[in-house]
């Protein structure tokens, strides 16, 4: 059903010439895996949102399908893959570690839709180090659009406080500053 609906917007808007589609979920390695639940709501991570049903649906890595398109160029990404984004950003290692000025919109939650009793995301942590493994920096974005820093992800994770308040996060290269997207600093 997603993918008729992107496909739908994408004819009204005229988006035809330059379009590609990859219906296929992303992670770290290639196979198939359950999708659980539908529509804005499904998730490679069981339980999800309390959804309970799955579908099974083709996995692949970003590397592997989009990998080619964005070689040396600056890319905008938007990743909202509803709890899979570990996985999904194993799998796009040439992106990450790319000598350009990637911009990455990805939504992590803290603390919302986790399966019953995870109350923290289990993957917070080890999803911001590798993005500041790979050299970049963290925001939040929100009103305040403050850095994010390692210390205050691991405090949450320890004491189960989201400090935060946001599961939307911009990542910059760390020599990138705000001014040069048009944010304020």
Do not use: Y
């Not at 790319?98 to 995870?118: C, D, F, R």
């Not at 189960?160 to 290269?173: A, E, P, R, W």
């Amino acid at each position: 059903m997603n993918v008729n609906v992107l496909l739908k917007n994408i004819e009204a808007n005229r988006f035809e010439p330059d379009f590609q589609l990859f219906p296929i979920a992303l992670s770290d390695h290639l196979g198939a895996l359950p999708l659980f639940g539908a529509n804005t709501g499904a998730s490679l991570v069981e339980g999800w949102a309390g959804q309970t049903n799955s579908t099974l649906v083709p996995i692949s890595t970003f590397d592997k399908t989009a990998g080619a398109l964005v070689q040396g160029k600056s890319c905008l990404v938007l990743i909202d893959v509803e709890g899979a984004e570990l996985g999904c950003l194993k799998g796009a290692s040439s992106l990450l570690s790319a000598n350009t000025k990637n911009v990455l919109l990805i939504e992590i939650s803290v603390n919302e839709h986790q399966p019953s009793g995870i109350q923290i995301n289990p993957n917070l942590v080890e999803t911001f180090e590798l993005m500041f493994s790979n050299d970049f920096k963290a925001f939040t974005v929100d009103a305040e659009f403050r850095q994010v820093e390692l210390a205050e992800v691991v405090q949450i994770a320890e004491t189960g406080m989201d400090s935060i308040g946001t599961h939307n996060f911009l990542f910059v290269k760390s020599d990138m500053s705000l001014d040069e997207l048009g944010l304020p600093a």
